[in-house]
């Protein structure tokens, strides 16, 4: 009997289909391709479906608009540019602007942020609850309307460019603050090398501070001596090369000023609405790694009789710096994309010049918007990389 029913038997499955089907690393793999492919086609539907209904209203697609005439003006500008530069151009500046705004907001803001995040953490009542009613009052206040304050109920009350507030030389008014522009002359290439020369001799000799001190003990004024270094070989440069530098004074003729150098107040109005709001939150991040930093630290410090000062910087912070730096990175990233509201109030970022003037001139909506998201991608891409590289510096090495 055993052996009539052994005879009966199904055969079994194949050997490879059951390993296929039963191993999840094949099963994960496989959809995983399906995945990918019905986004692929997804993707390819959605170009096939723009490009058919971009050809059905005349509307021509391509890059090419980048070489035509923009014909209008723009008030900020870090290069030379004039109504017959190209769309291209118009790119470029608004780029430039773009940077311009967001560097010096993370520079202010960082600034801003750690001092009212250690000065929250004081002993001081005064100075403490300070802080706190700063940070609990521009964090919960909506950043377009601290832009509008600072452009429309202070900067727009500045009087009429021939009523200008004169001082050292600068003029200010409604349309911005006008101030000698520095003009170079030969010999100026001179400073800049020495400029960058004290920049690598204060680096060098940070490293052989650390070194020094690893091996000795000993510290050196490392921050003074590369302070002296930065500032004080360019500045030899400069009277070596018998000054070369002039200044270019602004002018009153007719209702503006000419010559000099102009800061606009849209860029003033954006850099602090920017910083300050910002700043805000940081120091709420300076404060909370801060405060992740063991109280044996601090009682060993005083123990050994340190300052509070050194104790703050050689001590705290460089542990709580680690705690600190990644929701920094995304404070950094947002005031960069937070710059985008520059278009409320005419500042001539990207988003103003390029996704605002040249799109309604040019109608190349697809082109103009995928640049432009392009652009903050790969800022903050960047931001992220250099955050991700010093957050790894800072980390704790094990021995």
């Known amino acids: 009997m055993s052996t009539e029913k052994s005879q009966h038997k199904p055969p079994p499955p194949p050997e490879s289909s059951t390993k296929f089907w039963h191993d999840p690393k094949k099963r994960a793999v496989l959809f995983q391709l399906l995945l990918v492919g019905t986004l692929l086609l997804f993707v390819l539907y959605i170009v096939s479906n723009t490009l058919n209904n971009l050809d059905a209203r005349g509307i021509t697609t391509g890059f090419g608009f980048l070489s035509e005439t923009a014909g209008f003006g723009i008030p900020l500008s870090l290069i030379e540019y004039s109504e017959t530069a190209t769309y291209g151009r118009t790119f470029v500046v608004g780029l430039l602007n773009t940077i311009l705004v967001a560097v010096l907001g993370i520079i202010a803001a960082t600034i801003l942020g750690f001092m009212l995040g250690i000065a929250r953490l004081s002993d001081n009542w005064i100075i403490s609850r300070l802080a706190a009613l700063y940070i609990e009052t521009f964090r919960n206040i909506p950043l377009l309307l601290q832009m509008f304050f600072w452009y429309f109920a202070v900067l727009r009350?500045?009087?009429?460019?021939?009523?200008?507030?004169?001082?050292?030389?600068?003029?200010?008014?409604?349309?911005?603050?006008?101030?000698?522009?520095?003009?170079?002359?030969?010999?100026?290439?001179?400073?800049?090398?020495?400029?960058?020369?004290?920049?690598?001799?204060?680096?060098?000799?940070?490293?052989?501070?650390?070194?020094?001190?690893?091996?000795?003990?000993?510290?050196?004024?490392?921050?003074?001596?590369?302070?002296?270094?930065?500032?004080?070989?360019?500045?030899?440069?400069?009277?070596v090369a018998g000054m070369p530098v002039s200044l270019d004074h602004p002018e009153l003729k007719g209702f503006n000023f000419k010559g000099g150098m102009t800061i606009i107040p849209e860029l003033v109005a954006l850099w602090l609405a920017l910083s300050i709001y910002t700043a805000a939150f940081i120091a709420e991040t300076v404060r909370a790694g801060i405060l992740a930093v063991p109280s044996g630290q601090l009682e060993a410090a005083s123990a050994l009789g340190l300052p509070k000062v050194r104790t703050l910087r050689l001590i705290v912070i460089p542990q709580a710096m680690r705690v600190i730096i990644p929701p920094l990175t995304s404070q950094y990233l947002n005031l960069t994309k937070n710059s985008s509201l520059a278009t409320a109030i005419g500042y001539p970022d990207l988003v103003s010049v390029f996704a605002g003037t040249t799109l309604n001139q040019t109608g190349q909506a697809i082109e103009v918007i995928m640049m432009t998201m392009a652009v903050y991608l790969t800022l903050s891409i960047l931001t992220s990389i250099f955050m991700n590289w010093y957050n790894k510096r800072m980390s704790l090495v094990e021995r």
């Open 157 to 239: 009350t500045l009087p009429s460019p021939r009523q200008s507030v004169e001082f050292l030389g600068s003029y200010l008014n409604i349309r911005g603050l006008s101030m000698p522009a520095p003009v170079t002359n030969d010999g100026f290439s001179f400073v800049v090398i020495m400029f960058i020369a004290g920049i690598v001799a204060a680096w060098l000799l940070s490293r052989w501070a650390d070194k020094r001190h690893d091996e000795t003990g000993k510290t050196f004024p490392t921050i003074w001596a590369g302070l002296g270094l930065i500032v004080g070989l360019p500045l030899l440069a400069f009277f």
